[in-house]
Each structure stands twice: as C-alpha cells, then as structure tokens.
C-alpha cells in the first residue's frame, strides 16, 4: 500500500487507535521505515539515470559520459589542470586520460564496486 498521502497515513492511523490503540507506535513506525525506503529507491533509481551534462561534477570525479556523435560511452572525468581542460577518456586506465573528441551530451554517476567477501 502507498502511505505518501499524509491524510491516507493518519486517517489509517486514527482508524488503529480507535481499534486497537497498543498497535499504533508498530503501525507508525513501519510505515515510516517503508516511507524511508521508498524515498531511498526513488533516490538510487534517479541517480543511476543519465543527466545533462551540464550538471556533471567537475572535481576530477570518474564518472561515465554518453558521445551522442560515437554512440557509446566512456569512463572519463572533467580536468582543468590540463592546457585544454575539458572531458577526458580512459586510455590507459588508471594512469592515461586522452581528450574526447566529441562534447559528451550525458553523464551518470559510476555504481559502487561490487562487495568483497
């Protein structure tokens, strides 16, 4: 069930108390856990969607970029120590940075490395 409509919530909760008062605080309490976790799925969801480049770090942060122009993305990270600065690709990843050729149009965060055991 969908609690984001603040009157739905407390209408339900007021309906609880009348019935069954020692339910409420475990009743309040689940829905907000499943409030938080459906604000934190909307939260990864949106960050792993491509974004205008435009709003893309600009810190050195690796981050992936889509070339409209050669229809693929690429690991690359924005420098402006460079004498150009502007989106650079992995050459020779972790110590080679060529320059893109064509402007990226997008940009994603890169997802956390996988767990190890």
Known sequence: ?????????????????????????????????????????EELESAQQWQPIETAPKDGTEVLVWCEHHGTAYLAIFENHFPNQGWFCADAYPDGWTELCVDPTHWMPLPEPPGGE
Do not use: G, P, T
């Open 1 to 41: 069930m969908d609690f984001r409509d603040r009157r739905e919530r407390n209408d339900l909760l007021a309906y609880y108390r009348v019935s069954n008062s020692s339910c409420v605080d475990s009743l309040a309490h689940a829905i907000n856990h499943i409030e938080e976790q459906e604000k934190r799925i």
